[in-house]
């Protein structure tokens, strides 16, 4: 793998990672308020970030599917 391929398969591990920790703060922040510790909207807020954590779930599987299709084709 060259340098330019190291760059971008950095660049692709980040976007990940990122993602992956947003989708686990946002399954998290809807726990925490179905729970009700958050005391006003804990319904609301719990479902806005369930419907947001899901979504961004499928996104993080496309791209990851993309990323890794990308990876297996680098020598």
């Known amino acids: ?3 330019s391929a190291k760059q971008i ?8 990672t ?3 920790n947003v989708i686990i703060l946002l ?14 909207y804990s319904m609301t807020i719990a479902a806005v970030c369930a419907i947001s954590a899901i979504l ?3 996104v993080f ?3 990851y599917e993309r990323d890794k299709n990308w990876l297996m084709s680098q020598d």
């Open 9 to 16: 398969f950095k660049m692709k591990f980040a976007k990940l």
């Open 56 to 58: 961004l779930s499928l």
């Open 61 to 63: 599987k496309r791209h």
């Open 27 to 40: 399954a998290a922040l809807s726990v925490i308020a179905l729970f009700g510790v958050i005391p006003f």
């Open 1 to 3: 793998m060259d340098d």
């Open 18 to 20: 990122i993602m992956l």
